[in-house]
């Protein structure tokens, strides 16, 4: 059974800095992994997928990296603002099927 | 991207009764999934709501606690029945587009508190 990790559960940094969010998941059989964010009380918001034969996709100043072999991603946040103060959930995809993390909740102090 | 409207957004109700939840996508699909998140914790599956066959519930969930309607390829309904304090939580419906390259997109939840 896929078992997602996200560590740490909470993180609080001045604004300005770079950051790296981890991701860990028992099962390297993945059809992709897919970074979210969540605001208080929200739905979800897509903010990158990577395929499981990827390395790597860039969005703004977001940053994902995969490396399957390990069980392991990571979310590369530059520069941060104080709107990027969320819950950031990462999932994987195997058998049609996503299984969720436990989340890190951000807090970019301004 | 899929558009996914939920409604209500928000919920507070007595416990014993019964509030459905509406999901309208903007394009038809062949699943709709159903998830719970209890506060504090990640996103747990309900149910894979299919057009035109019975919804498929995971381990640990029934169908007449929650049950679900499937009437086309653009719209899903879970209803939480018979609610107590230990429902409460957001209640959550996703789709998945893409056929080599699958990608989720989950509505904006709706915020359940039984009291």
């Known amino acids: 059974k896929q078992e997602v990790t996200q560590i740490p559960a909470a993180l609080s940094v001045p604004e300005g800095e770079n950051l790296v969010l981890n991701c860990s998941f028992t099962?390297?059989?993945?059809?992709?992994l897919q970074w979210f964010r969540q605001d208080p009380g929200k739905g979800l918001t897509s903010l990158l997928l990577?395929?499981?034969?990827?390395r790597e996709q860039t969005s703004g100043r977001l940053n994902a990296s995969l490396d399957k072999s390990s069980g392991r991603s990571t979310l590369y946040i530059a520069a941060s603002q104080p709107g990027d103060s969320a819950t950031y959930l990462c999932a994987v995809v195997g058998n049609e099927k996503l299984t969720f993390g436990t989340g890190t909740r951000l807090t970019i102090i301004p | 991207s899929a558009v996914i409207s939920q409604k209500p957004s928000r919920d507070i109700c007595q416990r014993g009764t019964s509030l459905t939840i509406q999901c309208q996508v903007d394009s038809q699909v062949t699943m709709m999934f159903w998830y719970r998140q209890q506060p504090g914790q990640s996103l747990t599956l309900i149910a894979t709501?299919?057009?035109?066959?019975?919804?498929?519930?995971e381990s640990g969930f029934v169908i007449d606690k929650f049950p679900i309607s499937r009437p086309n390829l653009t719209f899903s309904t879970l209803t939480v029945s018979n609610m107590s304090p230990e429902d409460s939580s957001i209640y959550l419906c996703?789709?998945?587009?893409?056929?080599?390259?699958?990608?989720?997109?989950f509505g904006q939840g709706t915020r359940l508190t039984v009291v």
């Open positions: 996703s789709v998945v587009e893409g056929l080599v390259v699958t990608e989720a997109f």
């Open positions: 099962d390297s059989a993945i059809y992709n």
């Open positions: 990577i395929q499981s034969s990827q």
């Open positions: 709501a299919n057009q035109g066959s019975e919804a498929t519930y």
